[in-house]
């Protein structure tokens, strides 16, 4: 099963000039819980699909949310000569594919 199955809603955003934020969110506690209990999403495959120090991936759960929120630094800083992405908003397609 992807990630994008399971999810109800998978988006990125600005969280500031330097830093995205992934958020991925969940219909029920029980796809919530199988997600957060398969350890699919962490660190290493997130430094390993953005390209990117596993150190400068930080995850956070939000049980009562049903959520998880990714914060990882952007590689150039929003609207600077190079920015592709100036809100932020195309770099969650990453995550679609991922294995539960």
Same mark, same amino acid.
């Given at each position: ?9 998978? %988006? ?35 430094? %390993?699909?953005?390209?990117?120090? !596993? ?5 956070? !759960?939000?049980?009562?949310? %049903? ?22 908003? +195309? +770099?969650?397609? %990453? ?6």
């Amino acid at each position: 099963m992807y990630l994008q199955d399971i999810a109800k809603v998978i %988006r990125s955003k600005n969280a500031g000039p330097r830093c995205t934020t992934l958020d991925i969110m969940f219909n029920n506690d029980a796809d919530y819980q199988k997600v957060v209990q398969s350890n699919a999403i962490n660190a290493a495959l997130i430094a %390993r699909l953005y390209e990117m120090p !596993e150190g400068d991936v930080k995850i956070i !759960e939000y049980p009562m949310s %049903r959520a998880l929120k990714i914060a990882i630094p952007r590689k150039i800083t929003a609207g600077d000569p190079g920015d592709r992405d100036v809100y932020g908003a +195309q +770099q969650h397609a %990453r995550l679609f594919k991922v294995e539960i």
